[in-house]
């Protein structure tokens, strides 16, 4: 009997320490938005105004692959920026496996993955695509190259040689 009260406990205690990718790492993530050379260009994220040059928003890690924002400086072109990928946090999956969370007739199931899918927390910014930069699980760049302002020293030398 106390042999089993031991497993039992081990069992309890290994299921409440054990975290699904929805705990560790959470369904949103914190994206960093950096305008370079631009500090007064304005930034848009899904038709809200987030502030200029550099703000941060909290965003969903399922749609970190339809991720867009928007930049708006006086007297220049309205620029959206888009960032299209996403990778599979396969590390949090297999944790998520590992760490079964729950018992259904005796039958262990990994109450975690469904949670997981369902919240999307299987999914983070691919560091692969131009201008995504990882700081840490939680939180990552996004360098925006804004190109639709012209230089001054360029918009000079246009009204100086016709070009």
Known sequence: M???????????????LTSC??????????????????????????????????VVIKTKRAEADNFSV???????????????????????FAGTIVGWTGLYNGIPLPWGVVVDLAT????KPDIN??????????HYNYLIDYTGCKDKNELKTTKRYGK
């Open 129 to 138: 695509e131009k201008g995504v930069i990882k700081m840490d699980y939680k």
């Open 70 to 92: 928007t930049i708006k400086e006086d007297n220049c072109e309205t620029q959206t920026i888009n960032f299209i990928q996403r990778v599979f946090r396969g590390w949090a």
């Open 21 to 54: 990718a929805t705990i560790m790492g959470g369904s949103k993530y914190y994206a960093h938005i950096k305008v370079e050379d631009h500090q007064n260009a304005k930034i848009e994220y899904k038709g809200t105004y987030q502030g200029v040059g550099n």
């Open 2 to 16: 106390k042999n089993l009260f031991i497993i039992l406990l081990v069992l309890i205690v290994f299921n409440l």
């Open 120 to 123: 999307g927390a299987l999914w």
